[in-house]
């Protein structure tokens, strides 16, 4: 079928079809830290499911995975270090993960990459699709064990796309269910991230640890005061100067390393510096209230999220240092503070008359003035001037 009508081997451009040459063959698998399930057995069932794609004679010369989450980018696979590995006595010869399949690949070493299922190489739709492209570049097809065999491409193709959808889904249905567990953990008032200033973190012997893969299961904490008193009393001072005092940042944080002894710093940190005391001032921790999505930390590449999706312990966590009506005026005033301010330019006219520096109006038009400050030309809106341009102004009068 498809073949020429007559003998055409004595032709010059004739070539015998070329031998099938010798393969080398990879798996890839992958366990995700948070399935419940043994990830030696997981992936020594993986293997065995992926060995139905071999021929008779065929065998793996070597397996690569990961025990990471498939929610992972492949920027951020490969964080699990050796030790790790060896704790988990994994009945299958690691020779790296992911990244290092797609090294060798890279480097010619194999010519065949196969799996038990698509959502191995990754759940995240998108990485998945960056190993299929990687391999696809270098004349690699990245087979499934769960996906139809012969037919036509296209029949494939639709199995392993509707796969690919189907993890991503489950992917979402993961993250929204961990976000549930985390918004719990907080309204039952467990510590979230490291212990801020003036508290440290206490086990709850009456809770049952988180599950840990890696180890002994991780111990569900609140917070308690430091037991150096002093700290707490830093924080008290440092509300107090911003409420009562209006004290920016970086005034307080002069204030605290004019006596380090009253207000110590964590060992091993610089002195006291405006951007500590901006977090203090922000942290509703010190309220007594465990807080949890005050940053979207996945998926908002750190943004602040609004108040109103904070999620707040039902009750009081652990003691409080400030009570929530202090932290709440408190943060009305730094608003207040860092609310632009205007300033027109006859103030900037007259500081600068002040300090003897020259000020002459060059010209001007119905929206904007341009004036000549000691030799240095500047263009000015006309009425209040922006905080930013103020500022600028301001620092440059100072500076002549």
Same mark, same amino acid.
């Given at each position: 079928?498809?073949?020429?009508? +007559? ?9 015998? *079809? ?46 690569? &995975? ?23 006595? +994994? ?18 070493? &194999? ?10 190489? $990754? ?16 004349? +690699? ?6 996906? *139809? ?7 494939? !193709? ?21 976000? #549930? ?32 893969? &890696? ?25 107090? !100067?911003? #409420? ?62 609004? +108040? ?15 009570? *929530? ?24 006219? $007259? ?34 001037? *922006? ?8 620092? !440059?009068?100072?500076?002549?």
């Amino acid at each position: 079928m498809f073949e020429a009508p +007559i003998d055409l081997s004595d032709l010059p451009n004739f070539q015998e *079809p070329r031998r099938r040459r010798e393969e080398r063959i990879a798996f890839l698998g992958r366990c995700s830290t948070k399935d419940q399930q043994d990830p030696g057995s997981s992936l020594a069932g993986q293997v065995a499911d992926a060995c139905t794609l071999l021929e008779e004679g065929q065998s793996i010369a070597a397996y690569f &995975f990961d025990v990471e989450s498939g929610m992972l980018g492949l920027d951020d696979r490969g964080e699990v270090s050796d030790a790790d590995y060896e704790r988990l006595e +994994i009945p299958v010869p690691r020779a790296g993960g992911v990244n290092d399949l797609l090294e060798a690949v890279e480097r010619g070493e &194999f010519t065949r990459v196969i799996c038990e299922r698509i959502s191995r190489a $990754a759940r995240n739709m998108l990485t998945s699709l960056m190993v299929e492209d990687h391999l696809k570049r270098r004349g +690699i097809t990245l087979e499934c064990a769960n996906e *139809p065999r012969g037919g036509m491409e296209s029949g494939r !193709l639709q199995a392993r796309r509707t796969a690919q959808v189907h993890a991503e889904v489950a992917r979402h249905e993961m993250v929204e269910m961990s976000m #549930r567990g985390q918004r719990q953990h907080a309204a039952n008032g467990y510590r979230h991230g490291y212990p801020c200033y003036g508290y440290i973190a206490v086990e709850d012997p009456d809770a049952a640890p988180t599950a840990n893969r &890696f180890g002994a299961g991780r111990p569900k904490c609140r917070l308690a005061l430091h037991p150096d008193g002093r700290r707490a009393d830093t924080v008290r001072e440092v509300f107090r !100067l911003r #409420r009562d005092e209006r004290l920016g940042d970086a005034d307080i944080a002069a204030e605290l390393r004019r006596d380090p002894g009253r207000y110590p710093q964590d060992p091993g940190r610089r002195p006291w510096r405006g951007v500590r005391v901006a977090a203090m001032l922000a942290q509703p921790k010190y309220t007594g209230f465990m807080v949890y999505n005050r940053r979207a930390t996945s998926s908002g590449q750190g943004r602040w999220n609004p +108040i109103s999706e904070w999620v707040w312990s039902r009750e009081p966590a652990h003691p409080a240092i400030v009570t *929530p009506q202090y932290w709440a005026e408190t943060q009305k005033v730094t608003a207040q503070m860092r609310r632009p301010q205007t300033l027109s330019m006859a103030r900037v006219i $007259a500081v600068a008359r002040e300090r003897d520096v020259p000020v002459r109006r060059v010209r001007g038009s119905d929206t904007h003035t341009l004036y000549e400050i000691a030799g240095h030309q500047v263009v000015v809106p006309r009425g209040d001037l *922006p905080s930013a341009l103020a500022t600028e102004l301001l620092n !440059l009068v100072e500076s002549l």
